[in-house]
């Protein structure tokens, strides 16, 4: 069974799932009026692009050393720099390890506040790309958890849209970091003194 997850996780790694172009952004698609997800956008043609649809904000989930994000910031795109376990460019040790990582609660904590910060859609205040390397994997745990945070959507709805969106559930710290992300509970409104016996 270890050696099929391990497979499995490497074959993840290597981006197996199909890679389409949209004005040069990978994996392009639109998944509120305010925000789509990609892969790493690598050309000024893909920002310029992201920029014309009107992206003001940047969240990268991958590391510097699979794509820059410095041609966002040449086009007035506001870059917020969040890398998450596994990297495309590790070795395979390292390839084997990500497989099992959990991303840092802290990170995934800073995710949720400004997927709830994309959930808000303020008119003017301009759109969002979420994007990791391929597209697929982080770029899938983020906006499966927007789904959740911003759409009101069920964990199993919006884990069903991250799998048809090319997510590998056999990165298993990736899978577990979803599984376990919850919603806080609202708190109980007190009751009035008039419902009081």
């Not at 979420?130 to 994997?137: L, M, R, S, V």
């Given at each position: 069974?270890?050696?099929?997850?391990?497979?499995?996780?490497?074959?993840?790694?290597?981006?197996?799932?199909?890679?389409s172009y949209n004005h040069g952004v990978p994996?392009?698609?639109?998944?509120?009026?305010?925000?789509?997800?990609?892969?790493?956008?690598?050309?000024?043609?893909?920002?310029?692009?992201?920029?014309?649809?009107?992206?003001?904000?940047?969240?990268?989930?991958?590391?510097?050393?699979?794509?820059?994000?410095?041609?966002?910031?040449?086009?007035?795109?506001?870059?917020?720099?969040?890398?998450?376990?596994?990297?495309?460019?590790?070795?395979?040790?390292?390839?084997?390890?990500?497989?099992?990582?959990?991303?840092?609660?802290a990170k995934i904590a800073q995710i949720r506040?400004?997927?709830?910060?994309?959930?808000?859609?303020?008119?003017?205040?301009?759109?969002?790309?979420?994007?990791?390397?391929?597209?697929?994997?982080?770029?899938?745990?983020?906006?499966?958890?927007?789904r959740m945070v911003a759409d009101g959507w069920?964990?199993?709805?919006?884990?069903?849209?991250?799998?048809?969106?090319?997510?590998?559930?056999?990165?298993?710290?990736?899978?577990?970091?979803?599984?376990?992300?919850?919603?806080?509970?609202?708190?109980?409104?007190?009751?009035?003194?008039?419902?009081?016996?």
């Amino acid at each position: 069974m270890i050696p099929r997850i391990v497979a499995a996780g490497l074959l993840a790694q290597l981006g197996c799932s199909t890679t389409s172009y949209n004005h040069g952004v990978p994996n392009l698609h639109q998944v509120r009026p305010n925000a789509w997800r990609s892969g790493q956008p690598m050309t000024a043609e893909a920002w310029k692009y992201l920029a014309s649809l009107g992206v003001k904000y940047d969240l990268k989930l991958d590391f510097d050393d699979e794509g820059s994000d410095d041609l966002a910031a040449a086009q007035g795109i506001t870059v917020f720099y969040l890398p998450i376990e596994p990297s495309t460019q590790a070795g395979l040790v390292d390839s084997v390890v990500d497989v099992f990582a959990v991303p840092d609660p802290a990170k995934i904590a800073q995710i949720r506040a400004l997927l709830a910060k994309i959930g808000e859609d303020r008119l003017g205040d301009g759109g969002w790309i979420i994007h990791c390397k391929n597209g697929h994997d982080r770029t899938g745990l983020a906006v499966g958890m927007l789904r959740m945070v911003a759409d009101g959507w069920d964990k199993h709805h919006a884990f069903s849209e991250m799998l048809d969106m090319g997510y590998h559930p056999e990165l298993i710290g990736l899978d577990r970091a979803f599984h376990d992300f919850t919603l806080p509970t609202p708190d109980p409104q007190p009751s009035s003194a008039k419902d009081a016996p």
